[in-house]
């Protein structure tokens, strides 16, 4: 099932009912995600299901397609670096919760019951920034130049005392 992204939801509900999202939400609505990106131009694409597993672990499985645009720390220049999220959110009430999680699952903190669905796509997208975005492909161009001045010799600071010195 398909429906339009709410604010906030009740999770008990959503993992009893398995319930599903799909669509789009624009980068400009991320309010975090701002200050590391070099415009908020685009979306990201989501798929957000509600679930339980095999063990009876209630999930959110949450798969993202955005391309992110960043400055490059080398060149300056501003890309779309490519993201791609596939993540299974164990929801848990309380920290203690965490232990009990599966393999493969990362702990969602929901100690109300309810969460927002946009706000975890959020988060997600922010643990998905490079460190240092650097764009794909370009090469370092780096020059050392201090063959070139090696070869040249200072003169020494000495010289001046020698003169001195002569000159008495």
């Not at 099932?1 to 009740?10: F, G, H, K, Q, T």
Request: proline fraction near 8%; charged fraction near 25%.
């Amino acid at each position: 099932m398909s429906a339009a992204l709410p604010d906030r939801v009740d999770v008990a509900r959503q993992v009893q009912a398995r319930r599903t999202y799909e669509g789009t939400l624009p980068l400009a609505a991320m309010q975090r995600l701002h200050g590391s990106l070099a415009t908020t131009e685009g979306e990201a694409r989501y798929h957000v299901e509600f679930g339980r597993d095999e063990l009876g672990v209630a999930y959110l499985g949450l798969r993202v397609e955005a391309g992110l645009p960043l400055v490059c720390q080398r060149t300056l220049d501003v890309f779309v670096q490519p993201v791609s999220i596939d993540q299974r959110l164990g929801l848990i009430a309380d920290e203690s919760g965490e232990a009990a999680l599966p393999p493969g699952y990362e702990p969602l903190l929901v100690p109300d019951g309810q969460v927002g669905i946009a706000d975890v796509i959020e988060d997600e997208l922010i643990l998905a920034l490079p460190v240092v975005p650097l764009k794909p492909g370009e090469p370092l161009e780096w020059k050392d130049h201090s063959d070139e001045e090696s070869e040249e010799k200072p003169a020494s600071p000495f010289a001046a005392l020698a003169g001195l010195r002569k000159n008495t």
